[in-house]
């Protein structure tokens, strides 16, 4: 018998004196948290000194007996508010999130020891490798495949299922510890200051002899390509200048087009505000107008214009014979002096920046945006020679690595391996937090009141004290659990933004087999999902005997925000009327929005930093600016993600409650492990390519334990092929964005049903995953479900 558990988050609500409670609870959760860095400080001395096997242990029992009374950490006093004396069962509460914590510290020390392992065997065989590795590149699935091998079992005999992701994080941060033991000042290479090790005295030797060879301008003139047809082709020397006049024509372009276009925004913003009796953004407008004027008359000189249509007309008027002539001017070049002249100021460039990194300068280099202040020819010079720079910054790296410095990194690496355990940083406690492990501190009344809507709780972690709150359920969760046999279990205490959260975890036993009788009343109806980013799922609901679709669901965000399910008629219904003046959700536009925010602050970052740095400021972390782009980001990151989960938890329980009103016996989902959605060209705007098969990912688990509270089977099937065979005769067919064609039987279907189609018709299971438990159908009935009613006839079958 294995459990089910759904934890739910309630506020916690003093019965009297609410200022003077949340005070001293605030003090106890920080004496709690002094007390865990304090636990946790000292069991990694005691790794360090012993070894990590008293560790091993989860049970409560065991490793308070192994870990706790062996260092007496009863004995063992905070910092943090002396007066305040923890009762001992507290001070054991404290105990195991610093014990959760130093385990999975000694799991990460110990993966990024076999990490190393394998990387010095990698770097001693693979160049490129050793390139990639120090460049901080993603690496592939073949070598993630092997990393993933080494990994399978934890150091305590534990499966360990990691990810790519998570293993190239691995991969990054070994990196980093790397760079952080072995890089070196930019001061250091021009002076008489000598390396501390072999290795850091070997790169300064290296870049010092930096100098221009024929292969390396060989390699510059014929570093460089344009795409024509959508593949890459490399520019041949002879047509270099021509490419780079090119370039710089595009670039001109892309800059006097997003000016244009401020333009115009600004003078239909005038526009509406001269409408308005108050005019008080009139002068800001103008000015800006002013300004962006002024700008783009300096780029390419005046132009007066209504449209962008007749921008772009005027604007080739003006660049057609200035491209003409600059193409006619820059036939007598010499590259090789331009690529000269560019060496030597990247040269120049690495000796006035002091306070950057060498390795991190030629491995990951920076590159600027190149500014273009005219369209005359010294900008062009300017902008060219900036151009080969950048492809010299980009190959030095080539000229720095030889087979002395790969074998001096790999002893280096073998040196952070015997380490690790003193370069690692030891976990610590942030958050006000508490995890309850024993009775004697936490004590609960629910009772057994129907009409009951408040509950108590007392909390004691002082001696012979207890503190009493109280829980409002009104709209009876606890009261609904509880019904459908829902056992309470200890919970976690938290503070955050002045709130007192209790996170209460409810338990329940899974049957090793369900009830026959649930499945058996319609098993021949199964449920296909397709997941997707125009639709967030498109759903076919096949019958087995009959051998055809009953119906279909396009589900969107206009189906998740703005409709609610009919459970009578099993279709979705406008949640309020149209002339209520209410706006229709669009999810897409703030998720597109907050991204742009997102990439507009993150590049506002990087770009304070680089300034600093320039400016020989190394400590850009103290400054008052960077820490409010920092915070402004992190809070965007926090609302993404709210957003996500949002977004999961509707759809959910939207295909749930699709499955309940049609009784279906199995839901099949493509298995996530074979798909190709994190394909870039598969993501939109709202969601990046990394993104999309966590997002996939976390609507099949939230489903999956939807299925498993409703006695509904949930498969996984493979995706090998499901958008691309036809659901009707089996072949392969043509996909044209939205619309699927059959070339051998002249079937069409909109892409995403044909894919549900093929996912609900595979037999073949993966990680078949059965019903457990008979239990009612709860929450429905206040959640806003939908589906678009003109959706389920969309798409006619032909």
Not at 105 to 115: F, P, Q, T
Not at 274 to 290: A, I, N
Not at 329 to 347: A, P, T, Y
Not at 570 to 591: D, E, M
Request: charged share 25%; aromatic share 10%.
């Amino acid at each position: 018998m294995s459990a089910i558990t759904i934890t739910r988050t309630f506020a916690l609500l003093p019965n009297e004196l609410p200022y003077q409670s949340y005070k001293e609870m605030t003090n106890l959760l920080v004496k709690e948290r002094a007390l865990k860095n304090r636990y946790t400080a000292l069991m990694i001395a005691d790794i360090k000194e012993n070894s990590y096997h008293s560790y091993k242990s989860t049970s409560i029992s065991r490793f308070r007996q192994a870990v706790y009374d062996r260092l007496n950490f009863s004995q063992v006093l905070s910092s943090q508010f002396q007066k305040l004396k923890l009762k001992e069962r507290a001070k054991q509460c404290a105990f195991y999130d610093a014990y959760l914590s130093v385990r999975e510290w000694i799991k990460r020390v110990e993966n990024l020891k076999r990490i190393i392992g394998y990387l010095t065997d990698i770097i001693r065989k693979d160049r490129a490798f050793t390139l990639s590795f120090l460049r901080g590149k993603r690496f592939r699935s073949e070598t993630l495949k092997e990393i993933k091998k080494l990994l399978r079992n934890d150091c305590f005999g534990k499966r360990q299922d990691l990810s790519n992701d998570f293993l190239n994080n691995y991969i990054l941060q070994v990196r980093n510890l790397f760079l952080s033991c072995n890089d070196f000042g930019m001061e250091s290479l021009y002076s008489e200051y000598s390396g501390s090790n072999a290795l850091q005295a070997k790169m300064r030797e290296s870049v010092q002899n930096l100098h221009l060879t024929d292969d390396l301008i060989g390699q510059i003139s014929t570093g460089f390509h344009r795409t024509k047809k959508g593949k890459r082709i490399s520019v041949i020397p002879s047509d270099l200048t021509d490419y780079m006049v090119d370039c710089y024509i595009r670039q001109l372009q892309w800059i006097t087009t997003r000016k244009a276009q401020q333009i115009l925004s600004l003078k239909k913003k005038i526009k509406q505000e001269q409408e308005k009796k108050k005019k008080t953004k009139l002068s800001s407008f103008h000015l800006s107008l002013d300004k962006i004027s002024t700008s783009l008359s300096l780029l390419i000189g005046e132009v007066t214009f209504s449209s962008q249509h007749e921008f772009k007309k005027k604007r080739a008027l003006i660049l057609k014979p200035f491209r003409k002539e600059l193409k006619k001017r820059v036939k007598s070049f010499e590259i090789d002096l331009l690529i000269q002249k560019s060496f030597e100021s990247e040269l120049l460039d690495i000796k006035q920046h002091h306070n950057q990194y060498v390795l991190r300068r030629l491995f990951k280099p920076h590159f600027p945006k190149i500014p273009i202040d005219g369209m005359h020819y010294d900008a062009f010079i300017t902008y060219f020679t900036t151009k080969l720079q950048y492809k010299i910054r980009e190959l030095l790296k080539e000229e720095v690595i030889s087979e002395q410095i790969i074998s001096l990194m790999n002893s280096r690496l073998q040196t952070l391996k015997e380490d690790i355990l003193s370069i690692i940083a030891i976990p610590h406690h942030k958050m006000l937090s508490l995890s309850v492990i024993n009775r004697d501190v936490y004590k609960e009344y629910f009772g057994n009141k129907e009409q009951k809507k408040d509950f108590i709780i007392k909390l004691g972690l002082l001696a012979h004290q207890f503190k009493t709150f109280k829980i409002k359920d009104e709209k009876g969760r606890i009261k609904q659990l509880l019904h459908n046999h829902f056992i309470p279990a200890l919970p976690r205490i938290s503070l955050k933004n002045r709130k007192l959260l209790l996170h209460l975890p409810f338990q329940t036993h899974k049957k090793d087999c369900s009830k026959p009788s649930l499945i058996a009343q319609n098993c021949a109806l199964e449920m296909g999902i397709d997941l997707g980013l125009k639709h967030l799922a498109v759903l076919s609901i096949w019958n087995k005997e009959q051998n055809k679709e009953i119906a279909r669901y396009f589900l969107g965000t206009k189906q998740l925000f703005d409709m609610k399910f009919n459970h009578t008629e099993g279709t979705f219904n406008s949640l309020t009327i149209p002339p209520s003046g209410r706006t229709p959700s669009n999810i897409k536009i703030k998720l597109i929005r907050l991204r742009e925010q997102i990439k507009a602050l993150q590049k506002k970052k990087n770009n304070y930093e680089q300034r600093l740095l320039q400016n020989n400021i190394s400590n850009y972390r103290k400054k008052l600016n960077w820490n409010k782009i920092r915070r402004t980001l992190s809070l965007c990151w926090e609302r993404l993600h709210r957003l996500h989960y949002h977004v999961v938890h509707l759809l959910s329980h939207a295909i749930l409650s699709i499955a309940t009103y049609y009784n279906i016996s199995t839901i099949k989902v493509e298995d996530l492990r074979w798909a190709s959605h994190s394909r870039k060209k598969d993501a939109g705007k709202y969601l990046s390519f990394w993104q999309t098969h966590w997002f996939y990912s976390q609507i099949q688990t939230a489903l999956q334990l939807q299925c498993q509270l409703h006695s509904i089977q949930f498969q996984k099937v493979s995706a090998r092929n499901t958008s691309k065979i036809c659901s009707c005769c089996g072949t392969i067919g043509i996909r044209e964005g939205k619309h699927f064609k059959c070339s051998h039987c002249g079937f069409r279907l909109d892409s995403d049903l044909n894919a549900s189609r093929n996912i609900v018709k595979r037999q073949k299971n993966y990680h078949k995953i059965p019903p457990h438990i008979d239990i009612p159908y709860m929450g429905c009935q206040d959640l806003q479900l939908q589906v678009n009613k003109e959706d389920v006839h969309k798409y006619p079958d032909f």
